[in-house]
């Protein structure tokens, strides 16, 4: 009704616009242009003009630094493969030369309520002193706050799952470390190529932070080169895979992969160190030997007389 007739005579509508400037363009043009390229170069011009403008891209950060929320810890090379700065590039391969251990600590899980097992952790603090040192207090909650109570807070099956989560943390789902709301990375020495490896998770956003708070992550893949440069790596799960596979084998729901089920660390501790005094094995008993010798006999004879003599 009167509406429709409003809108028709208020004028050419935004699509009408486009095809008069496009058929103005090509009217304009010489005859000696196709015209098939005339009516493209209109499209094209047109197009642009309807177009919103295009948000400016900032380059990418090679210093490690973050920029819209995502981390650059490198330069992509020829391959396309992110190459690490010197800085964050990993030098030490545990499956070659595993790192001297330092402390052993447990988390005992427990997933829907029920004990699921122990994880016993092995800590390399010789390499990542800080690391070891955060995760060594907060599982022995001698600051008066610590894992035991917490929890396994996502699961990423195939990847990792991550845990430790403390009230408090300067961010959200975050806790403070044994240091105040975070600390700083030692350096990111260790290669994440084997499962088992348990790294810091870093603090805020973008994964290039260089801070962590109370959170941890346990490897799930033997190739996880994407977490090198990033994730502090610390420690290794000596005792209870199986156990973090029953973690990993949790169902999972929305985009933070929050497991259904509670997976709790209802305890948690510090262990002796292994002792590794070398016990001297018993000798083995030498074979049984026939010696044969002489023995005067009573009318002074010689007589042969054999006789078993162990050595």
């Not at 009230?167 to 020495?189: I, L, V, W």
Request: proline residues 8%; contains cysteine.
């Amino acid at each position: 009704g009167q509406a429709t007739n409003e809108n028709r005579s208020a004028g050419p509508r935004p699509k009408q616009s486009m095809l008069l400037l496009l058929f103005a363009t090509v009217d304009a043009l010489t005859p000696a242009a196709s015209r098939r390229a005339a009516v493209g170069a209109a499209v094209a011009a047109a197009t642009q003009r309807c177009l919103p403008p295009r948000r400016a891209i900032a380059a990418p950060a090679t210093d490690g630094s973050t920029r819209g929320g995502a981390s650059v810890v490198g330069k992509v090379g020829p391959d396309g493969q992110i190459v690490l700065d010197e800085e964050r590039r990993p030098t030490i391969d545990v499956l070659a030369s595993p790192p001297a251990i330092t402390s052993r600590c447990f988390l005992d899980v427990s997933i829907g309520g029920r004990p699921a097992g122990k994880i016993v952790i092995e800590l390399w603090g010789e390499v990542a002193p800080r690391a070891v040192e955060n995760f060594r207090a907060l599982c022995t909650g001698e600051k008066g706050y610590g894992y035991a109570g917490s929890s396994f807070y996502t699961v990423l099956s195939g990847l990792t799952v991550q845990g430790g989560q403390i009230a408090g943390g300067p961010y959200s789902g975050s806790g403070p470390s044994y240091a105040g709301p975070t600390f700083a990375h030692d350096n990111y020495a260790i290669r994440h190529n084997t499962a088992g490896l348990v790294s810091m998770v870093n603090s805020g956003k973008g994964g290039g932070s260089g801070q962590s708070d109370s959170r941890f992550l346990i490897q799930l893949v033997g190739d996880a080169g994407f977490l090198d440069g990033r994730y502090e790596a610390f420690g290794r799960v000596a005792e209870g895979m199986e156990v973090v596979r029953k973690l990993e084998a949790v169902p999972v729901s929305g985009t933070k992969n929050r497991p259904l089920e509670p997976c709790s660390i209802d305890a948690a501790g510090e262990l002796p160190r292994a002792t590794h005094t070398p016990t001297r094995r018993p000798r083995p008993p030498c074979p049984t030997s026939i010696l044969t010798y002489h023995e005067p006999s009573p009318s002074g004879s010689r007589a042969a007389r054999a006789a078993r003599v162990r050595c």
